[in-house]
């Protein structure tokens, strides 16, 4: 089955500094890719996804990067603030209507 | 409008104990799953329903079973509870999108069950 990687398990970065978090997958077949955001405590919400004939996506502070050949995404986000602290999940989906989501990121903001 | 609702919130069994956690969705979605999330591994799928009539197993099935009732609710039912099924556990629900089958995943505000 699928398996998605992501690194790093933690992160921790000033206010208004970038974030990068990134994954890799190993289904060739995958062509569904979003990132939900986890607070503490509440279900996790999407915040950004892109699919396989896009190689990125941009959505005010956040964006989303996809290079299929290495098999790999990132999640930037720029001006970091101290709202973004959450836990970061990406995922991957293809044709058979389930995704694999990766172990998450703990983003901290400081300010 | 209340999405995905799932109950109970909370729960506590002893070992051995069965319990039925309840998910019903008023999105009119095709899909509904179950994951369970523990600390530094993610969400793991336990199973998921892609239509109403069919269920299939994700990656940790083991000591569940599941029901998808008619479209709107899906429910997963421990037969034997053991202590490494302690979790928290989140339905959530999707839309079919062409070319890929999955959308955005809709998901419950969790339940935490706790075995002793």
């Known amino acids: 089955g699928e398996n998605v990687e992501q690194h790093p398990s933690t992160l921790s970065v000033q206010e208004g500094d970038s974030a990068v978090i990134k994954c890799t997958y190993s289904?060739?077949?995958?062509?569904?890719f979003p990132w939900y955001k986890q607070e503490l405590g509440k279900r996790p919400q999407l915040i950004i996804d892109?699919?396989?004939?896009?190689g990125e996506k941009k959505d005010q502070r956040i964006a989303v990067t996809l290079n299929k050949t290495a098999k790999h995404f990132s999640l930037h986000i720029t001006e970091t603030q101290p709202e973004d602290s959450a836990v970061y999940f990406c995922?991957?989906?293809?044709?058979?209507?389930?995704?694999?989501f990766g172990k998450g990121t703990l983003l901290t903001v400081n300010p | 409008n209340a999405g995905v609702t799932q109950t109970p919130k909370f729960q506590v069994l002893k070992t051995g104990q069965s319990m039925t956690l309840q998910c019903a969705q008023d999105m009119n979605h095709n899909s509904m799953y179950w994951y369970r999330q523990d600390p530094g591994m993610g969400l793991r799928l336990i199973y998921y329903s892609a239509s109403e009539g069919t269920t299939d197993k994700g990656e940790v099935p083991n000591g569940y079973n599941v029901s998808r009732l008619n479209k709107r609710e899906f429910s997963l039912r421990l037969e034997s509870a053991a202590p490494s099924q302690t979790s928290v556990y989140f339905c959530?629900?999707?839309?079919?999108?062409?070319?890929?089958?999955?959308?955005?995943?809709?998901f419950g505000e969790g339940s935490r069950l706790t075995v002793l």
């Open positions: 959530a629900s999707s839309a079919f999108l062409t070319g890929t089958n999955t959308g955005e995943l809709f």
């Open positions: 289904d060739s077949a995958s062509n569904y």
């Open positions: 995922a991957s989906g293809g044709s058979n209507y389930k995704l694999t």
């Open positions: 892109i699919r396989s004939n896009v």
